[in-house]
């Protein structure tokens, strides 16, 4: 039993708790619970849980301060499940460091997709051991020292900043990205209106890159960001 995933639980509400914990149960995760800040902190350094499910309003500390203290020495996946349903509220998690976001109330099984999206972002930089030189993700594949990509072994004509957006959602795969943050990158600073530029360099991307009947690579939230999602994890793999 303990190659299965540790999943560390960090929320206040008793029934919220305790129906996450029968659900990582029945689908075969680890898990521990904390109900505070101070109890994460400790748990998320001692017990090294491969994915947190962090809840943002909690009695002692803000989740926020949570992700920004433990992304000073890991890189593991946080997910944020939150009542705050404010855009505000999820970009400044984001920004903080969190990969993704679930508003509660949640359905059980978009929580453990959420979930698998994640484990497969661990899994797969653990396996890629660090910066590899080509990048594939079902028919996509990127040749990072080449500078090209391509769709099904066909080379797609990208503009060098369609090509540094590909490059940054994949470096990234399975995380949210926030608009903010992909201008920072790509442009180093911004304004406001940035963000309907970014929306046209985006659509055009995407368009290069849906040539066959694949799931979208490219995932839009909407008022947030975007994601890259990764093709090529069999969608029922169990925990
Ligand atoms: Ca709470």
């Known amino acids: 039993m303990n190659n299965k995933p540790l999943i560390l639980v960090v929320e206040d509400d008793a029934a919220v708790r305790s129906l996450m914990a029968v659900t990582l149960d029945t ?3 680890r898990y521990h619970l904390a109900r505070n800040g101070a109890e994460a ?11 947190m499910l ?3 309003g909690l009695p002692d500390m803000e989740g926020v301060d949570i992700i920004r203290k433990v992304r000073d020495w890991t890189v593991m996946p946080i997910i944020v499940i939150s009542a705050r349903s404010e855009d505000a509220d999820k970009v400044e998690a984001l920004d903080a460091g969190a990969d993704d976001y679930l508003t509660k109330p949640f359905s059980v099984d978009e929580l453990l997709a959420r979930l698998r999206v994640a484990l497969r972002r661990v899994n797969a930089e653990t396996s890629a051991g660090g910066e590899s030189a080509v990048y594939e993700n079902g028919g996509l594949r990127i040749d990072y020292a080449a500078g090209c990509a391509y769709i099904a072994d066909q080379e797609i004509h990208l503009t060098p900043i369609e090509y540094r957006l590909l490059c940054l959602l994949a470096r990234n795969t399975g ?13 180093g600073s911004y304004t406001a209106s940035d963000v309907g530029s970014l929306r046209v360099f985006m659509a055009t991307l995407r368009k290069k ?31």
Do not use: C, F
């Not at 902190?41 to 994915?51: F, G, H, K, R």
């Not at 995380?175 to 442009?187: G, P």
């Open 41 to 51: 902190l400790i748990e998320a350094s001692t017990q090294q849980p491969a994915v």
């Open 209 to 239: 890159l849906q040539t066959g009947g694949e799931q979208p690579y490219i995932q839009t939230h909407i008022g947030i960001g975007y994601r890259m999602l990764r093709q090529d994890g069999k969608p029922e793999d169990a925990p």
């Open 175 to 187: 995380k949210v990205l926030t608009h903010n943050y992909i201008l920072k990158e790509i442009w």
């Open 27 to 29: 689908q075969g995760y």
């Open 54 to 56: 962090l809840d943002l």
